[in-house]
Structure formats: C-alpha cells, structure tokens
T-cell receptor, first 109, second 113 residues
Framework: GQNIDQPTEMTATEGAIVQINCTYQ??????LFWYQQHAGEAPTFLSY??LDGLEEKGRFSSFLSRSKGYSYLLLKELQMKDSASYLC??????????WGAGTKLIIKP | DAMVIQNPRYQVTQFGKPVTLSCSQT?????MYWYQQKSSQAPKLLFH???????NEADTPDNFQSRRPNTSFCFLDIRSPGLGDAAMYLC????????????FGAGSRLTVL
C-alpha cells in the first residue's frame, strides 16, 4: 500500500528553527507537496519538490531525497502565526495525491 | 479576491436529513475536487472532475453524490448523513490534471445531530 509518515505533533520556540520530516512509500513519484493548514481552515500551498535538493522560499525551505523516500520542511525564525498543521502529500505514478495526516506544530513564546 | 468559494461555511443537519454543499471558482480551472477531512486526519478524496468527466473514488460511499453543472460550480450531496459523516468538506481546484498545485476553498464544516 501507499503510505506517508509524518510526526503527529512538534513543539518549538518563537524565533527558533524547526524541521518537519516526511517519509513516503508510493507507487511511483511525480512530486511532493507541502501545505500549511491553520486550525479550522483550508490547506494553503507552501512548496513543491520533484528533483532532489533544497528549495528555499523566504523563511521556509523544503528538501527532497527521492532515493530515500524522504523530505523535510524547514521553518526558520519561527513566528507565533506559524502554529498550524503541515501536510506532506506525494503525487504517485497515476498523478493521484497521497496525503499524510499532517504534523501539528505548536509555537511557544 | 476569493477564488474558491464554499457555502455554507457551517452546516448543521439531523441524522438522515439530506445536505447539499456548494463550491464555486473564478480561476477557470479544469479540475475540481471534493475532499473529506476529519480532525487530525489526512484529507480523503471523494470525487474529482476533469472538466465534465466525473471520477468517483472506489471507496467513496454511495451516500455521497456530486454534480458539476458548469465549469464554475460543483456540488456535494449527502443523501442520508450519518454521525460518521461529520467532518470538514474541502473543495479544491487545479488548472489541469498532473502535478498541479491545488487551490482550496475555506471548507464547509458539517455537524450531524
């Protein structure tokens, strides 16, 4: 079966750096997405990786290793508004999106 | 500025009383999706349309139906809601099939009494 694994919950301090990991086992690979979802709201797109390496976008960066079936989302200079769930999703060989259950990130002052 | 609009944002219904949720988009995207998301769970794809071509996920219960009368609108009908259908229902669009970014609406939260 197809599977996405992410930690259920993480806690970090305002101003610090946090890394949220995602490992996947899917039938083929056509890219990996990260979405941010605030409580009770819709997911919003953060990043897309299809080639190995690091993609940087402001305070957020996303890394992919296809050979290891692994990605991480790196958040720098954490702000209270970054408290949210972060969803990892992989597009398989049929272009179906396989979603993880999300990592709830709690930011403490 | 809202590009994917869902109505209502909150819906309370009684056990077995039909419900219709609506979604409209101003993006002129070809693909529209309906997801069900329960608390702390991954979004679960119920249906998607590529233009007017309807795609039903194999494990979507028969209790759920969908209509897309035109490019801009899509509806989710829940014929006889059960307590297990209480969830957030998310509509999303993408320009095309393939590795495209999804744009989500704000969601419709369904409560079943």
């Amino acid at each position: 079966g197809q599977n996405i694994d992410q930690p259920t919950e993480m806690t970090a301090t305002e101003g610090a750096i946090v890394q949220i990991n995602c490992t996947y086992q899917t039938s083929g690979f056509n890219g990996l997405f990260w979405y941010q979802q605030h409580a009770g709201e819709a997911p919003t797109f953060l990043s897309y990786n299809v080639l190995d390496g690091l993609e940087e976008k402001g305070r957020f960066s996303s890394f992919l290793s296809r050979s290891k079936g692994y990605s991480y989302l790196l958040l720098k200079e954490l702000q209270m508004k970054d408290s949210a769930s972060y969803l990892c999703a992989v597009m398989d060989s049929n272009y179906q999106l396989i979603w993880g259950a999300g990592t709830k990130l709690i930011i403490k002052p | 500025d809202a590009m994917v609009i869902q109505n209502p944002r909150y819906q309370v219904t009684q056990f077995g009383k039909p419900v219709t949720l609506s979604c409209s988009q101003t993006l002129n995207h070809n693909v529209m999706y309906w997801y069900q998301q329960k608390s702390s769970q991954a979004p679960k794809l119920l249906f998607h349309y590529y233009d007017k071509d309807f795609n039903n996920e194999a494990d979507t219960p028969d209790n759920f139906q969908s209509r897309r009368p035109n490019t801009s609108f899509c509806f989710l009908d829940i014929r006889s809601p059960g307590l297990g259908d209480a969830a957030m229902y998310l509509c999303a669009t993408s320009r095309d099939s393939g590795a495209n970014v999804l744009t989500f609406g704000a969601g419709s939260r369904l409560t079943v009494l």
